[in-house]
Each structure stands twice: as C-alpha cells, then as structure tokens.
C-alpha cells in the first residue's frame, strides 16, 4: 500500500492472468507506419504489459517547469525544428513514434519538475545522425531495459497520465520492482490523429 501510495503521489506532483508466451513486436499497429524503437513482449496482462527494449538513440531536450503541457509542446517543437532541418547538415529526418517524455517529479505540488522529450532517431540516422544547431539539443542513448507499460486511449490530459500512472503503480506494487524516482510518457499520435489513438506510461524495471 505505501508503494502505490508513493507512486500515485510522484505521479501527481507533476501533473492477472498473465500470458507466459513471449514475441517479437517489430512494427506494432499503434506505430501507425513510423518507426519505432524495437522490444519483445515477456508478458502481458489485463492491466499491463512487460518488454524488453534493445538499446536505442533518441534526440533528446531537457526542461525545468511546473507544468507537465508546457514542457511537453516546448520540447517537441525545439525537436520537430531539428528533423525538419535544424541540424548542422539541414537534413530532413523521418518522423518516428513515440515522442517519449522522461519525468522526475520535483519535491513537491509547487516544485518544478525535470522533463527531458525525445524523439526516437530513425536506423537510418542512428550510427551518425547531424549535429544539433540548437544547443538545448543533444543525442541520448537508452541502454536495453525492461519496462512495464501501461496502455490507454484518447487525446491525453494531464490526469489521464496521473491515471494511468496510479493504475500502472497499482498492479506492479505486489509483484515488480521498478525504480520510482522517474517515468516515462509516451505519445504515439499527431495532434491530427482523432480516432484510435494510443497513448503509453512507461516505469522502468530494476
């Protein structure tokens, strides 16, 4: 109990019948033709699914706020600036899925919190992608890891990931370890994307 409790208020300061089969996702249906970052499926449940992730590199920024929207549509135009040619090279990159979000709440309600938005740099790109030309640009490389993932649809607001953070919070607590200091958003959709749309909250096994 005072794990979900902790989860649900790191959540909120910013902002099981398991299948035992395990496979390979390489292009998920959510993904929508773009390219995503490669995982394995280890389990899935009602509440939540676990997989293991290959390492990956993303384009990363970082920024200080109270507000979770704010940052989240600062940091992705400063990205989508970059893909569309903001780079020392002014090449055009692909845009990939997810636009992950890292959170590390701040120490409380009236704290700013660290968010740092990335974009999911294509293979194509991967061994060498252009040099940034904004400064608060720069390169991140996410080692292999397992994540449990929780899944939900619609156009997300801030209390729907608070939601879906708690819900995940709450199944995990009794059977996984996962580091509680930070977790991870992630927004699969355009803003011109109505139906079907899939939105992830990641926590990070340890």
Same mark, same amino acid.
């Given at each position: 109990m005072a794990r979900v409790i902790s989860t649900v208020l790191l959540l909120i300061s910013t902002h099981m019948c398991l299948s035992a089969h395990v496979f390979t996702q390489d292009a998920p249906k959510f993904c929508k033709g773009l390219e995503c970052p490669e995982f394995t499926t280890i389990q899935s449940s009602e509440g939540y699914e676990e997989r293991q992730y290959s390492e990956s590199k993303w384009v990363s920024t970082e920024i200080m706020s109270?507000?979770?929207?704010?940052?989240?549509? +600062?940091?992705?135009?400063? =990205?989508?600036?970059?893909?569309?040619?903001?780079?020392?090279?002014?090449?055009?990159?692909?845009? @990939? /899925?997810?636009?992950?979000?890292?959170?590390?709440?701040?120490?409380?309600?009236?704290?700013?919190?660290?968010?740092?938005?990335?974009?999911?740099?294509?293979?194509?790109?991967?061994?060498?992608?252009?040099?940034?030309s904004d400064s608060d640009v720069f390169f991140t490389t996410i080692p292999a890891h397992r994540a449990y993932v929780k899944s939900f649809g619609g156009f997300?607001?801030?209390?729907?990931?608070? +939601?879906?953070?708690?819900? =995940?919070?709450?199944?995990?607590?009794?059977?996984?370890?996962?580091?509680?200091?930070?977790?991870? @958003? /992630?927004?699969?959709?355009?803003?011109?994307?109505?139906?079907?749309r899939h939105n992830e909250v990641w926590f990070i096994a340890n």
């Open positions: 109270m507000s979770y929207d704010s940052a989240s549509s +600062q940091g992705f135009e400063r =990205l989508f600036n970059y893909i569309e040619g903001n780079n020392e090279q002014k090449q055009k990159i692909a845009m @990939t /899925a997810p636009v992950a979000t890292r959170v590390i709440p701040g120490q409380g309600p009236a704290c700013e919190s660290n968010f740092t938005v990335s974009f999911f740099i294509p293979a194509e790109h991967s061994a060498n992608p252009p040099a940034p997300a607001s801030q209390d729907d990931w608070i +939601q879906a953070g708690a819900e =995940l919070g709450r199944a995990l607590d009794a059977l996984h370890s996962y580091d509680s200091s930070y977790y991870y @958003t /992630a927004g699969y959709d355009s803003p011109f994307t109505i139906f079907s």
